[in-house]
């Protein structure tokens, strides 16, 4: 794994304690903490990507009554 190293200013001191606190309760360091945030926020698409790879896919020509049929369909299993 390629990794880089990150250096953010300007952090309030009490967000810092809050993050501190919640490390030390999960057993990890504040740095380890903070990576594994920052991986998950990372791993999460965004509002707008989820929306362009939508908008990227081939439409689905469905008729109300297909869509309709489907929805029973389903609720009979």
């Known amino acids: 794994m ?13 967000d810092v304690a809050v993050l501190r606190a919640r490390a030390e309760r999960e057993g990890m360091s504040l740095s380890a ?20 790879h939508i908008a990227a896919q081939e439409p689905v020509e469905l008729s109300v009554e297909e869509i309709i049929g489907y929805i029973e369909e389903g609720r009979r299993q």
């Open 2 to 14: 390629d990794t880089t190293i990150l250096q953010i200013r300007d952090v309030d001191a009490d």
């Open 33 to 52: 903490y903070l990576r594994a945030l920052i991986h998950d926020e990372a791993a999460q698409p965004t509002n707008a990507e989820v929306v362009a």
